[in-house]
């Protein structure tokens, strides 16, 4: 729970360079201006075939923590990452 005189700090905005993951696909990372995590595919959103067959999750996971990690240390706040299964994109 926060304090009440500890004020929230916002996210920055910032985004990644696009990342190579496998099969031709290509993942950039940001925060949006309303403070969400999004990612960009190129050159289209793999479908979840793709995401099972060609995309390389290790190097998906390996380049989406390294912009969070950059995230937090601009922010001087901890990042917590939860990944779910069940969704498709295992």
């Given at each position: 729970?926060?304090?009440?005189?500890?004020?929230t700090?916002?996210?920055?905005?910032?985004?990644?360079?696009?990342?190579?993951v496998?099969?031709?696909f290509?993942?950039q990372?940001?925060?949006?201006?309303?403070?969400?995590?999004?990612v960009t595919?190129?050159?289209?959103?793999?479908?979840?075939?793709?995401?099972?067959?060609?995309?390389?999750m290790?190097?998906?996971r390996?380049?989406?923590?390294?912009?969070?990690?950059?995230?937090?240390?601009?922010m001087?706040?901890?990042v917590?990452?939860?990944?779910?299964?069940?969704?498709?994109?295992?």
């Amino acid at each position: 729970m926060n304090s009440p005189n500890k004020k929230t700090r916002a996210l920055p905005r910032m985004s990644s360079d696009f990342h190579r993951v496998g099969g031709g696909f290509s993942a950039q990372f940001s925060i949006t201006s309303a403070g969400a995590f999004d990612v960009t595919w190129s050159p289209h959103v793999p479908s979840k075939r793709d995401l099972r067959r060609k995309v390389d999750m290790d190097k998906y996971r390996a380049a989406r923590n390294a912009f969070l990690a950059r995230m937090a240390e601009a922010m001087g706040e901890a990042v917590l990452v939860v990944e779910t299964t069940g969704g498709g994109h295992e």
